[in-house]
């Protein structure tokens, strides 16, 4: 049997994690309790793995799989209202193969980009602790060494843009964080040359109340792939 790519390889070492006894519990439990709009699903209840193009110069930075959204479907931002305001967007700038996501086997591509998130299992209230959070960053930074074209990082929300930080300076390529502040927006060249920008997380609270439009989030990615010169 061949052997698996090394991005194919980390993803099926994620998707077999446990280091997180609340986070593994809590997914279960949503899986066999389900939304009642969602009853003929079989959740994929386990840590979601990373999606993109291996040859990304982009990379999309979330937080956290949504209960009913990327732990009901096995990729990320995929059938929740995030992924919904998400995906049209990286299809109007270029790096989605279709606008909708539906399900994992809906034929979605991704060209440039990567998506990921610091947290890899759906966490009661959206909120994973500093622990879960710091167990998980292992996964980031394998990825992160992996992703060898990868110029900028697109952090949606702050969770997200100090995951990006605190992988910066574990890897001792950011020796301080000193005027290096989350707005929506914000650019920064870090040390070790990689590019950040910050957009505010296109979860339903921001995206109902207009604090995150359309076309603020479509300006970031727009942005990115200047940046990343694509
Ligand atoms: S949150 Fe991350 S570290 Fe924790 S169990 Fe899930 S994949 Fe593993």
Not at 80 to 100: H, I
Not at 113 to 130: D, H, Q
Request: with cysteine.
């Amino acid at each position: 049997m061949a052997s698996l790519q090394p991005l194919a390889a980390l993803n099926a070492r994620i998707v077999a994690c446990e280091l997180c006894p609340r986070l593994r519990a809590h997914c279960t439990a949503i899986a066999r309790e389900k939304r009642r709009a969602y009853r003929e699903w079989e959740y994929w209840a386990k840590p979601v793995p990373s999606f993109g193009d291996e040859k990304a110069r982009v990379m999309a930075l979330g937080l956290a799989p949504g209960a009913h959204g990327s732990n009901r479907t096995g990729r990320p931002f995929t059938g929740d209202g995030s992924g919904d305001f998400l995906y049209p967007v990286l299809y109007a700038a270029g790096f989605a193969s279709q606008p909708a996501a539906t399900r994992r086997d809906d034929g979605m591509r991704l060209t440039g980009l990567w998506i990921t998130s610091v947290g890899r299992c759906a966490p009661p209230g959206n909120k994973p602790t500093p622990e879960e959070l710091r167990n998980c960053s292992r996964w980031l930074d394998q990825e992160m060494r992996l992703l060898k074209r990868l110029r900028v990082v697109v952090c949606l929300g702050r969770i997200a843009f100090d995951g990006l930080l605190a992988h910066e300076a574990r890897t001792r390529r950011l020796p301080s964080r000193t005027g290096i502040v989350f707005a929506h927006g914000a650019e920064y060249k870090l040390p070790s040359g990689l590019m950040a920008i910050a957009s505010y997380h296109p979860s339903l609270q921001n995206t109902n109340t207009g604090k995150l439009t359309r076309a603020m989030l479509l300006r970031i990615f727009q942005r990115a792939r200047r940046m990343a010169e694509l």
